[in-house]
Structure formats: structure tokens, C-alpha cells
């Protein structure tokens, strides 16, 4: 089931790649930039995780914080952050069950086959904590900067 603007976004509590619980609710108040992509380490993810960190400081002028959503845990958080000098929020959701309640986990098509995994989707979620953007099957490449765009 895919999100749509206006309504309330799915209440969440993940761990941080330093394994400290992180809440949608703790971002009341400020625009959230909460985007899931499938894996650390591979070359579109970092390509996404990459852009927005160059970013960060425009979405910050615009009082947006940025939260990147992976089933990977914390241990490969870690590694991802380092290696690629990250400096955006990665949180782990092994259980899958923050992907689900936003849509971000079904079939998809890979190399023109179908799959079930990770659907790169990004959500933007005003200060109210509703959506106001869902951004489904994105493209990792320039996908940051379209995002900033709809600010």
C-alpha cells in the first residue's frame, strides 16, 4: 500500500547506526526527509546517500533533517558512514516493518525480473508529521537535489 500526501506519517522507532533509538516523533516540528534505500555499499545507495550529504546543509536552511532507512544493521552503518565520510542519520530496520507500514517493501522489477525487496522511495513529512511527498521507484542519481527542489 502505497502512502499519499495529507495523511498522517507512520509512526516509527529505529536504532541509529550508534544503536541509539531514533523517533518520527523526536522530529516534530521540523521537515523530515525520510528516504529507503536497499543496501549500504552498493553503488546507487552510495550514490543517494552521497548527494544527500553534500546537500545537507541546504536542507538544514530549510529546517529538513535527513533519515536514510536500510535493513542493514548498525555494525554496517557504521562502515558505510565511515567509508563514504557520510554525514546524514542511517537507521536499521531488519524487521522490515518500517519499510512495510511505508510502502517501501514489495515486488519490484529487477533486470526485468520480479523480486521482493527494498522499493528506493523517499518521503517528505512537514512539520505536522503528515506527508507531503511520497516519491516511489526514485532514481539514486540527482534524486537529492529533485527532493531539495520540492522544499
Sequence with gaps: MQLTPHTPAPAFTLKNAQGQSVSLKDFLGKVVVLYFYPKDNTPGCTIEAQ???KLKSAFQAKDAVILGVSPDD???HCHFIESEKLGIELLSDPNLEVLKAYGAYGTKNMYGKEIEGVI???FVIDKEGKIAHALYNVQAKG?????LSLL
Excluded at 534524486?143 to 527532493?147: L, N
Aim: aromatic letters at 8%; charged letters at 30%; zero cysteines.
Design 74 to 76: 548498525a555494525k554496517s
Design 143 to 147: 534524486h537529492a537535489q529533485r527532493v
Design 51 to 53: 548527494d544527500f550529504t
Design 120 to 122: 528506493r522511495s523517499t
